[in-house]
Each structure stands twice: as structure tokens, then as C-alpha cells.
């Protein structure tokens, strides 16, 4: 399901996070939407979300690149499940290039006017039951 | 999060199934739901989601019981990621135990009314990108 429409439009958030065009980045998501920043801590709604991207980019230091391998959607109505293989690439202390892959879910809706907005934001999947990250 | 009221919706469904009581496993689901039966089968719809599940049954030769391990809920507005360690219990031919943990991945939508229903159940999670299965 490579070619559901919701590949373009993570890939454009993809864009705007490596791009650290974090006003950009939140349009993507509904007001009420929660972003898991890590286990154990949740972002809700646009400010905290804004506020975690900033975070996020400290904490890699401003070389965050983030891309989608494989994506699956399973869609019902006016919500999407996405199951993607989510790529965080970044440098080391010494400039070589680093890279993590998740496992991520992540729910989407679609408003009346036929954009689809992410709800839930979980890019570790299911490792939040216990496991690594 | 294991004290989440979505616990106890999925403790109730999962009853049902155990017994083999099919049309009241189905009003767990809404009119437009999505079940990953396997990698590859999705059914839409509760008269689909019924035939599926007494084609499981029958795969399962009639000795499965489902239970849930660890649960994770992810609520944004009226919609919420359930993430899970969903535990198919059955008996091999000589009537020993067998048992498969998956890492399940649930979309639940609330009614107005108050009341949690399924709309995708995908029980293979991140394994529906490739995997073991």
C-alpha cells in the first residue's frame, strides 16, 4: 500500500522535521493530537508538540533526518492506521553518519475537506509495551 | 496505562471470541470496521469480520482462546491507539497447550453514547511490514 496518498503527506512532514520548519511540522497534526516524545511522555495539542520538536532537534544536536521506509495503511472511514518503518539518521560527536529505524503507529483523519491530519503520533509502535529503544 | 476502560471493552471481546459467540463478538466493531485477518486479508464490515471469525475458528479447530498480556492506550479526542500483547491460546493435535504472543495494534472510536468500538484490529501490529507471522 506503498502509494496510499498518507505516504506524501508523512513524507512532507519528513521534510519539514529535517528541515526544522517546526511551524511547518505541526499543520500536520489535528489540535487535540498526542505525539509520544518517548516512553513514558506524551505531548498533546500543537504548543507541546511545537515544543517537543524543538527538544528533539536539541537533543540531535540540528542533524535529524527523518524518512519513511516501508508503510502500510489500514483504513476505516475517515481514519487511517499507519504502520511505517520510520528512519531517524543523524551524526555522531565526530560527524559519521548514525542511524536508528522504529517500528512506528501512527492514526490520521481525515477532515471534511479531505486533508488528512495525524491524531496519534507513536513512532516507537509497540516497543511502548516494553523492549528496546 | 492497564487501567484504561478500553481494557475491560477488550477483556469483554475477547471473552466472546474464547466462547465462540460470534454475534456478540461483532458489536464490538462498528459498520465500517477493518480486520487484518492475516498479511494480505483485510475484511470490512461486520458481516465480513463474522465469516472471518468462524473461518479462525475453525482454523483454530475450535480451541482458541484470546487474552491480553501488557496494554498501551494512546486516547486523542473520541479515537485511541491500543497497542498489545494479545496472547492466542490453542492445543496442538495431541491436545498439548500452544501458545502465540503478538504485539497487536487497535484503533477504537467512542460513540456518542460513551461507547468504545473497534475500528481497525490489526493483531499482527508492525509485523504486517514484513516479519514473522
Same mark, same amino acid.
Request: proline share 2%.
Given at each position: ?34 505525539? %509520544? #516524545?518517548?516512553? *513514558?511522555?506524551? @505531548?498533546?495539542?500543537? /504548543?507541546?508538540?511545537?515544543? $517537543? ?19 502500510? %495503511? #489500514?483504513?476505516? *472511514?475517515?481514519? @487511517?492506521?499507519?504502520? /511505517?518503518?520510520?528512519?531517524? $539518521? ?44
Amino acid at each position: 500500500m506503498s502509494s496510499h496518498p498518507l505516504r506524501q503527506v508523512i513524507e512532507a512532514a519528513d521534510r519539514a522535521i529535517s528541515a526544522e520548519d517546526f511551524d511547518g511540522v505541526v499543520e500536520f497534526y489535528a489540535d487535540d493530537a498526542k505525539l %509520544v #516524545v518517548h516512553p *513514558g511522555l506524551v @505531548a498533546t495539542g500543537k /504548543a507541546q508538540i511545537l515544543k $517537543a520538536f524543538l527538544a528533539i532537534a536539541d537533543h540531535f544536536e540540528h542533524r535529524l533526518s527523518v524518512s519513511q521506509g516501508k508503510i502500510e %495503511v #489500514v483504513e476505516s *472511514g475517515d481514519t @487511517a492506521l499507519v504502520l /511505517a518503518e520510520t528512519i531517524l $539518521a543523524s551524526e555522531d560527536a565526530f560527524g559519521a553518519p548514525v542511524s536508528t529505524t522504529r517500528r512506528g503507529t501512527y492514526v490520521f483523519r481525515k477532515t471534511a475537506d479531505e486533508r488528512w491530519l495525524c491524531i496519534v503520533d507513536n513512532s516507537y509502535g509497540t516497543d511502548l509495551l516494553g523492549g528496546c529503544w
